[in-house]
């Protein structure tokens, strides 16, 4: 897999269209990286992009994924949590303390079937 998200992956977790996860981590933005079978994913309808935006709310805490990502996939999905968030503009700009504004992101993905051969990209 190829990071074209715009910030380091700590982790990535895929599902192909067969339910299929596997896993990736520490991607830096535009870098490759092997995806590695983890398992299979839950029976389709279980949890999805919406059980994980209510168990995580908008604190996106990482930790709270990382060991059970999987759990919240469906086929053709993935969630990568993010080492900063390219799509929150900091409002301080140059004056922003790197400390006090670093953030992390979760994007729960869907993949284009037509473009997932079963977690061999």
């Known amino acids: 897999m ?6 380091a ?3 990535l977790t895929i599902a192909d269209a067969s339910g299929k996860v596997y896993q990736a981590s520490n991607i ?3 870098q490759k990286a092997p995806l590695i079978k983890k398992g299979q994913a839950p ?5 999805n992009a919406k059980s994980l935006f ?3 709310g908008f604190t996106a ?9 999987e759990k919240y996939l469906q086929p053709n999905t993935y969630i990568a949590v993010l080492d900063g968030n390219p799509f929150i503009e900091n ?4 004056a922003a303390s790197p400390k006090r504004s670093k953030v ?7 993949l284009d079937p037509a473009e997932n051969n079963g977690g061999s990209k």
Request: net charge positive; no cysteine; proline share 2%.
């Open 43 to 47: 029976a389709a309808g279980i949890l």
């Open 104 to 110: 992390s992101g979760i994007v729960y993905g869907i």
């Open 2 to 7: 190829v990071n074209g998200l715009g910030a």
């Open 54 to 56: 209510r168990d995580v």
């Open 28 to 30: 830096a933005a535009g």
């Open 61 to 69: 805490n990482p930790a709270m994924i990382k060991a059970d990502a």
């Open 91 to 94: 409002a301080l700009g140059r």
């Open 9 to 11: 992956i700590k982790t």
